[in-house]
């Protein structure tokens, strides 16, 4: 299979096209409102992320990366909001 890269004016045309987007999943919206609401306590992200195994993985793998030099490892959602900082996550 080959990729054949579209140019802008394509994309706007297939961009146009779409009539109707999936719905977000439910983590998704809470943490939308979450984000745009006063709620800054990492017990509330924590409880809200974990519903959806694929963000807290990711996050996890950001907590464990170099630029935050943490020297442990980290290995629960917990522990990774701690070192990013809830206003980071968010």
């Known amino acids: ?18 009539t109707e987007l999936p719905p977000l999943p439910l983590s998704l919206k809470r943490l939308i409102e979450i984000i745009h609401s006063e709620i800054d306590t990492p017990e509330e ?5 974990g519903y959806d195994p694929s963000l807290a993985a990711n996050l996890v793998m950001v907590g464990n990366s170099s ?11 917990s522990e990774a909001i701690q070192i990013i900082g ?5």
């Open 1 to 18: 299979m080959s990729f054949i890269p579209l140019d802008e004016k394509e994309i706007r045309y297939q961009v146009t096209q779409i």
């Open 45 to 49: 992200l924590e409880n809200i992320i």
């Open 67 to 77: 630029c935050y030099g943490y020297r442990g490892k980290v290995s629960t959602l």
């Open 86 to 90: 809830v206003e980071q996550v968010k």
